[in-house]
């Protein structure tokens, strides 16, 4: 699988997370095709439900992206300077839509720059790279920088770290990392015993739910794919557009 075609997975499925949470699926169907119906019927809930697991595909790969353009990069400067542009550019639209700060796409700067400064400190000293790096997603695990916190910044450093790994040793790294990476989700649901259906698809969701997405990595074939004019920046002007669009929409459906 090309990595044009890999990102082309990732978009459809953030539109897709996206587009749901501002029309729900279930509420949707109803509205369109059962508008007499006096209560939300079940099959469309179980519809919704396994649904949701569609847009946590997009997270993973995205941040694949910034440790495999971190490594093909001619231009590590302009690369982080467009990360920050458009970064900039989405802050208002993730927050009209979401109603709060921290866009992904800081995320993604920031664990470029943990990347390069990984790579800087073992240049220095051997190992002084991997404390720096390990400080910074403690850093931005503790302070809430951005959207994912320090786990998306630690799961770039993966697979970064981890590239030339067998797929069966980046599956079980995987398996245990990303359950991990959501341990106050799992200690919630056992400590408070909140022992409901949906606690339960909540933590499925963000505990095994991503790693559909790193699934979709493991198919990387380390080809471009296909390229058109312009192609490099499509990426990145859909991101805000689209956060922009549904926020608008948003909006006219709450009456705001």
């Excluded at 847009?55 to 495999?68: D, H």
């Excluded at 979709?216 to 390229?227: D, E, I, L, V």
Aim: aromatic residues 18%.
């Amino acid at each position: 699988m090309s990595f044009f075609a890999l990102k082309g997975i990732a978009l459809l499925s953030m539109l897709w997370d996206h587009a749901t949470y501002v029309w729900p699926l279930a509420l949707t169907v109803e509205v369109l095709f059962f508008p007499n119906t006096a209560e939300t019927i079940p099959a469309l809930l179980v519809l919704q439900r396994c649904t949701d697991y569609i847009g946590r595909i997009a997270a993973p790969i995205f941040l694949f992206s910034i440790a495999n353009g971190y490594r093909h990069t001619r231009n590590f400067k302009m690369y982080a300077l467009r990360l920050l542009v458009f970064a900039c550019l989405a802050e208002y639209p993730y927050y009209l839509l979401f109603g709060f700060h921290g866009n992904i796409m800081f995320t993604l700067l920031l664990g470029l720059l943990t990347l390069r400064l990984m790579n800087w400190g073992n240049e220095k000293r051997m190992g002084l790279g991997y404390l720096l790096a390990a400080g910074v997603v403690i850093a931005a695990e503790h302070f809430a920088i951005a959207e994912g916190k320090g786990r998306y910044i630690l799961f770039i450093l993966v697979f970064y770290l981890t590239e030339h790994w067998p797929v069966r040793k980046k599956a079980l790294l995987w398996l245990f990392l990303m359950p991990l990476s959501r341990y106050k989700l799992i200690w919630m649901f056992f400590s408070d015993q909140l022992f409901i259906y949906t606690w339960f698809h909540m933590l499925c969701i963000n505990a095994a739910g991503p790693l559909l997405g790193v699934a979709f990595t493991f198919f990387y074939n380390g080809k471009k794919g296909r390229a058109f004019p312009g192609d490099k920046y499509l990426w990145y002007v859909f991101y805000p557009a689209h956060l922009l669009a549904l926020g608008l929409a948003q909006k006219v459906l709450l009456g705001a």
